[in-house]
């Protein structure tokens, strides 16, 4: 039975060994660095437990957290805290969030010795999350695999239990890596911004609306505006409206053009709201 390691900062571990953080490059070399050090390949699931063995980390804790997923306490012990009512994919992608915190962690400690990038916390943000889809999903071995089964709801389910990573999260790697002319967007049932600036917004109606989307570097169907409408009779207001998946083909008005796509429209529930996942696979492009 090996003995347990004694804490080893893995932030500080990979600028010791690889330099400062130079561009964002930069940050997904310390994904790999994470795997390679803890003896994990690129095969899901990926065992995060792996990595805090190795660099001596206790495992995270759960805790009644309300307004954030996941907390990085104190990066000189590793201790981490994990919203303990998340879905336990959802606690996953926290959890690699939380380790590219200590990466970012330790550039900001050698940023005080001389004059290295820095990022905003907004794009810290993104490239945490970034890094964490790509330590849950390497795209050594998710991409053939996407490659083989083409992009859909089904591939979607399928490549989610296989990594033990949320839909949400594999479909948005699915677009970031996959080839052919589609889109992911999620609707919420909102008022207009002009709406709600009313003084008796009460009296607006509710429609749904794109919150926000993704899509692969094929799509030709141009720009998605947020907060565009969908008609009431769609396939996408429909799956609201019965909370039961809907999938066809349909004409969808963009406000400055219309294109017609085969649709695949998922009703999901986000925190305390129903919203839908519309993935549009255009066939006029």
């Known amino acids: 039975m090996s003995l347990p390691q004694p804490y080893r900062h893995p932030g500080r571990a990979f600028l010791s060994q690889h330099g400062r953080l130079q561009c964002e490059d930069d940050v997904f070399r310390y994904v790999n660095f994470l795997r390679q050090e803890s003896g ?5 699931p990926i065992a995060l437990t792996c990595i805090y063995q190795h660099f001596g980390m206790p495992e995270p804790l759960r805790a009644p957290l309300e307004e954030q997923q996941g907390i990085l306490v104190d990066s000189n012990t590793g201790i981490i805290l994990i919203k303990e009512d998340d879905p336990i994919v959802r606690q996953r992608f926290t959890e690699g969030h ?33 890094g964490a889809a790509d330590l849950l999903m390497p795209q050594s071995s998710f991409v053939p695999k996407l490659n083989r089964l083409g992009i859909s709801f089904k591939t979607g389910r399928s490549l989610a239990a296989l990594y033990q990573t949320s839909l949400l999260a594999t ?43 993704l899509q692969t570097q094929d799509w030709t169907g141009g720009f998605i505006p947020k907060d565009k409408s969908i008609p009431h009779d769609s396939l996408i207001s429909q799956a609201y409206i019965s909370g039961q998946p809907y999938s ?3 004409t969808i008005d963009l406000g400055w053009t219309s294109i017609r796509c085969n649709v695949e429209a998922l009703p999901i529930r986000l925190g305390d709201r129903i919203s839908v996942l519309s993935l549009l696979h255009l066939t006029n492009g």
């Open 98 to 130: 939380e380790l590219m915190e200590l990466l970012f962690d330790a550039q900001q400690e050698a940023r005080f010795e001389s004059a290295l990038p820095n990022w905003s916390e907004q794009r810290k943000e993104r490239l945490c999350d970034q």
């Open 40 to 44: 994990l390949g690129d095969e899901p």
């Open 171 to 213: 479909l948005a790697r699915m677009l970031q890596y996959g080839t052919g002319n589609y889109a992911l967007v999620l609707w919420h049932c909102v008022l207009k911004p002009s709406e709600m600036k009313q003084s008796a917004p009460i009296k607006a109606k509710r429609k749904l609306r794109v919150c926000w989307k």
């Open 248 to 250: 066809g083909a349909e």
